[in-house]
T-cell receptor, first 110, second 117 residues
């Protein structure tokens, strides 16, 4: 069965303090690893898709990387508006459904 | 704004009742997915429709059913509601089957918060 584990569950940073969020996965035939951002009471907002080990994607202060067993979401010099829950999900070859981790709640203090 | 719309935003009802949640996908998207998000379970896949046909089922209860109409909007019907059905229900859409790098992403709507009393 496909599994996604995210760590830490919660992370508190000072503004400007860079860090990384981890997503470990087990899937038979990865057909995409996805990062989403979710604000309280809102729908997940798509950030990145990674397809193969070694791939990297960047958007503003966020950079996602992928290995054969895990993905990292690096946050450089975060700002308070980066506070949210970050969700990781995987899709298996031949299937359309996404399997989500339980997320990392990020709080960035000014 | 993802382009996916869901109504209603909030729904409060009693145990044993039946409700219908509605979703309109992004323009051009043929696939609609339903997910349930509860505090203890995270986001769980319920069902996938593609161009009007059911394609996959996840952990969807028999009391729940869905359909996708010719105009591609979708409805999720929840019946004989129980307290444990209280959750956020999200609809997502994607372009499935098209070529190009972006065909795989799912874009989520704002959700319907269901409270069963």
């Amino acid at each position: 069965e496909d599994q996604v584990t995210q760590s830490p569950e919660a992370l508190r940073l000072q503004e400007g303090e860079s860090s990384s969020l981890n997503c470990s996965y087990t899937v038979s035939g990865l057909r995409g690893l996805f990062w989403y951002r979710q604000d309280p009471g809102k729908g997940p907002e798509f950030l990145f898709t990674l397809y193969s080990a070694g791939e990297e994607k960047e958007k503003e202060r966020l950079k996602a990387t992928l290995t054969k067993k895990e993905s990292f979401l690096h946050i450089t010099a975060p700002k308070p508006e980066d506070s949210a829950t970050y969700l990781c999900a995987v899709r298996r070859t031949g299937f359309q459904k996404l399997v989500f981790g339980t997320g990392t709640r990020l709080l960035v203090s000014p | 704004d993802s382009g996916v719309t869901q109504t209603p935003k909030h729904l409060i009802t009693a145990t044993g009742q039946r409700v219908t949640l509605r979703c309109s996908p992004r323009s051009g998207d043929l696939s609609v997915y339903w997910y349930q998000q509860s505090l203890d379970q995270g986001l769980q896949f319920l069902i996938h429709y593609y161009n009007g046909e059911e394609r996959a089922k996840g952990n969807i209860l028999e009391r729940f059913s869905a359909q996708q109409f010719p105009d591609l909007h979708s409805e999720l019907n929840l019946s004989s509601l129980e307290l444990g059905d209280s959750a956020l229900y999200f609809c997502a859409s994607s372009v499935v089957g098209a070529s190009g790098p972006s065909y795989n992403e799912q874009f989520f709507g704002p959700g319907t918060r269901l409270t069963v009393l």
